[in-house]
Nanobody, 122 residues
Framework: QVQLVESGGGLVQAGGSLRLSCANSGRTFRSYAMGWFRQAPGKEREFVATINSIGSTTYYADSVKGRFTISRGNAKNTVYLQMNSLKPEDTAVYYC???????????????WGQGTQVTVSS
């Protein structure tokens, strides 16, 4: 059973930065592609960023490209989302997802974390 635990959310002013972390309890972390998704109030969950199992491929939503960076530390079973130049429209609950695949996750994964709130004030 894989458990995902996100951390690092909080309140930040527009233009600021946050780094989200997602710890994966799976013993074969290197086998999992990881992704970040977000859901704003009254909106559907949307894709943010993803990285493949070996960290060689990343993909971003157009809305965050150039501002967010996804990375993974396989030694720590953790995936990160560095968020810079934050905007009020980035306010949402951010979820990480995992799936045992050689590809990337743009629509979701088999496993989900509980989410962490990010609030960007103007």
């Amino acid at each position: 059973q894989v458990q995902l635990v996100e951390s690092g959310g909080g309140l930040v002013q527009a233009g600021g930065s946050l780094r989200l972390s997602c710890a994966n309890s799976g013993r074969t972390f290197r086998s999992y592609a990881m992704g970040w998704f977000r859901q704003a109030p009254g909106k559907e969950r949307e894709f943010v960023a993803t990285i493949n199992s070996i960290g060689s491929t990343t993909y971003y939503a157009d809305s965050v490209k150039g501002r967010f960076t996804i990375s993974r530390g396989n030694a720590k079973n953790t995936v990160y989302l560095q968020m810079n130049s934050l905007k009020p429209e980035d306010t949402a609950v951010y979820y990480c997802a995992a799936d045992r695949t050689t590809g990337v996750l743009t629509t979701g994964g088999e496993y989900w974390g509980q989410g962490t709130q990010v609030t960007v004030s103007s």
